[in-house]
């Protein structure tokens, strides 16, 4: 470790589909968070590390922040600003395509409380034109101070790299917290389950509704040197396991195989991964579901 070493954590907060997942993604240089055209898919807090110079910096990808209707939804809003309370520096994640809306103004209203150094990254710049940009940044400025603006694409990695280092300069001195190589702290069986939630959502985006999970119930490391993985995957009814599992089952096959390529990759192993499909009704009002993903669950 570098006598200079530097060492923190910045939180990633903004509305659902701003692109948080995929700026982590690109940050860290591969994938620890999964990333879906569906809103509020990251539901938990999802630590990447990413190595700059001498510093390592922390990247917490928090959930998306909404107006909570139900009780997982409230456990995520909550887990969301715990992840900026509790950070060093707040970046605050707005599509650039979206401007200011109704949910972007009550994260500023809210942000405005959080009492640690704040940036503004407009992302999907690729898409509008400058002048708009400009004019964006300044009004999101004008409605709450920002430390510096930053205009990127987290798609194609314009204005990454600049990110990277401007985040690097702002750790505190200090030891680092992981080890150099390491990318995440999500342990592989979460990163496994979330790789086949991802899949669920790439494959039943339209037909599946929102609430529906996997849990990693088995990881066996066997002699040669493979990992048998049995996973669950919960629903709240039967028509909803119908739909999982396809015509013949062929829906669930090929959700396993396109799951089973990125947990071998993850996992630098050969994988045999093992599908179920459980009718779980009301399994988001069940505390046991919110311990397996990482989240607080609320009473009330």
Not at 46 to 61: N, P
Not at 155 to 182: C, F, I, K, S, T
Not at 207 to 227: F, N
Request: include cysteine.
């Amino acid at each position: 470790m570098p006598a200079d070493a530097r060492a923190g954590f910045v939180a990633l907060i903004g509305v659902p589909n701003a692109g948080k997942s995929t700026l982590l993604n690109s940050l860290v240089g591969t994938k620890v968070s999964i990333v879906s055209r569906k809103v509020q898919t990251t539901r938990a807090l999802i630590r990447g590390i990413v190595m700059e110079g001498a510093s390592q910096i922390v990247l917490v990808d928090t959930p998306g922040i909404f107006a909570p209707k139900r009780r997982l939804d409230r456990a995520m809003v909550h887990s969301a600003w715990g992840g900026a309370a509790d950070a060093d520096a707040v970046c605050l994640l707005v599509d650039a395509r979206k401007g200011v809306d109704e949910e972007v103004e009550a994260v500023l209203g809210r942000l405005a409380e959080v009492k640690r150094r704040r940036f503004l990254i407009l992302n999907k710049i690729d898409l509008i034109p400058r002048e708009r940009l400009l004019a964006l940044a300044a009004d999101l400025n004008g409605r709450l101070p920002f430390a510096e603006t930053f205009m990127i694409s987290a798609l194609n990695g314009d204005g990454v790299a600049d990110l990277r280092r401007a985040l690097a300069g702002l750790m505190p001195p200090g030891p680092w917290l992981y080890p150099e190589d390491q990318v995440s702290d999500a342990p592989l069986r979460m990163l496994a389950a979330e790789i086949t939630r991802e899949k669920i959502y790439d494959r039943l985006h339209e037909e599946l509704p929102y609430r529906s999970t996997v849990e990693t119930d088995q990881w066996q490391v066997r002699a040669d040197g493979s990992v048998r993985i049995e996973q669950t995957i919960f629903v709240e009814r039967e028509s909803q396991r119908s739909i999982v599992l396809g015509k013949g089952g062929r829906t669930i096959k090929a959700i396993g195989q396109a799951a089973r390529v990125e947990i071998a990759e993850a996992a630098e192993a050969t994988v045999h991964l093992f599908l179920h499909v459980k009718v779980r009704e009301n399994w988001a009002d069940d505390p046991a579901r919110y311990r397996e993903m990482g989240l607080e669950f609320p009473r009330g």
